[in-house]
């Protein structure tokens, strides 16, 4: 299984097919893990680690060991002890999105982590989109369909890469949700192909946030808010960061409230792919609008059980 994974890892590396390879690369350890237990998955993920550090050194290694190898093992453990879908996915999204941060933190760490490191990070970022935008002729088209001149488009890309450059880890989180719950539904579709033993599935819209994180979200916002007034600008740069994390949980709260409330899963295919094409023509509508009924769904709870009170008790 380690050396299935290593060639997975490999195969990462080959145009068209690389980023299918990399996707499933964890599966051979979730095999090895669920089938044989922990200690038997912990070993095959260190040793595909050490064969891809050999091939494509320890930077590499790390980075496949986080974003692949361990959600691999996760979830394979999680299918061992017998956990729900809802938990395994949960765990995968969770894994997947914590150990992006970890790499980012990792990539600073080896510039120096200090301030004008970081600074000097943040700027280059800005300064490989500002080329990429210009290379590209994305500048121009702007230029032509909005009538602005070049040094007011600049100044305005500027500024919004300054904003996007900053919410990078955030916005690695959520890729790296993303790319955990595609692993999750890929291992799911690979694991009943190879007779491995998985938990029936459970139904999307049944996923909510627990209560108690309201008040988190409460205290992220709040700090937001007054990021203005701190005199610390990463306080408000982990502020920021922390609300757009919050802000896509809440979307997907509110998304799975919408899936039940509506019976999505119910639904014929011509309305599910109404659905689809209503979401990409009011693409931003549609984020805000399940973000307030994720925060909703929080405070009313929608998906409770109703209780029949037309029924008399004798």
């Known amino acids: ?12 590396m080959v145009p068209m097919i690389g980023a299918l390879t990399i996707l499933i690369s964890g599966i051979p ?58 938990k395994i996915l949960q765990a995968a999204v969770a894994v997947s999105a914590v150990a992006s941060l970890i790499l980012l ?18 700027a280059q970022m800005e300064a490989d989109m500002m080329e990429m935008y210009e290379t590209t002729g994305v500048m121009d088209a702007m230029m032509e369909q909005q009538g602005v001149s070049s040094i ?43 007779k491995v033993r998985i938990p ?3 139904s999307i819209a049944n996923w909510r946030l627990p209560f108690a994180s309201i008040w988190a979200i409460i205290v992220v916002w709040a700090v937001w808010l007054m990021g203005d007034r701190i005199p610390f600008e990463w ?11 919050c802000a896509a949980l809440l979307f997907m709260n509110g998304l799975t409230a919408a899936m039940h409330i509506f019976h999505f899963k119910q639904m014929s295919a011509g309305m599910k792919a109404l659905t689809v094409f209503m979401f990409f023509m009011f693409f931003a509508g549609f984020i805000i ?3 307030i009924l994720g925060i909703a769904d929080l405070l009313f709870d929608f998906r409770k059980k109703k209780v029949d009170n037309s029924r008399e008790v004798k």
């Not at 299984?1 to 990462?12: Q, S, T, W, Y």
């Not at 095999?31 to 993920?45: K, Y």
């Not at 790296?176 to 694991?191: H, Q």
């Open 29 to 86: 350890i979730t095999i090895a893990t669920a089938r044989h237990g922990s200690f038997s998955g912990a070993l095959s993920a260190v040793l595909a680690a050490l064969i891809i550090a050999l091939f494509l050194g320890p930077v590499s290694a790390l980075s496949y060991g986080l974003e692949n190898m361990l959600p691999g093992f996760v979830i394979g453990y999680m299918l061992n002890k017998r956990k729900s879908g809802i």
């Open 289 to 291: 609008g399940m973000i």
């Open 200 to 202: 029936r599935s459970t």
């Open 105 to 122: 933190i990792v990539s600073l760490g080896i510039m120096g982590f200090t301030p004008d490191t970081i600074d000097a990070y943040y």
């Open 235 to 245: 306080v408000n740069i982990l502020a920021m960061n922390c609300a757009v994390v």
């Open 152 to 194: 007011e488009l600049t100044a305005t890309l500027q500024a919004m890469l300054s904003v996007l450059v900053r919410l990078s880890p955030a916005m690695m989180m959520i890729s790296g949700g993303v790319t955990g719950a595609v692993t999750y539904w890929l291992s799911m579709l690979i694991l009943k192909r190879l």
């Open 1 to 12: 299984m380690a050396g299935l994974a290593v060639i997975f890892a490999l195969l990462g």
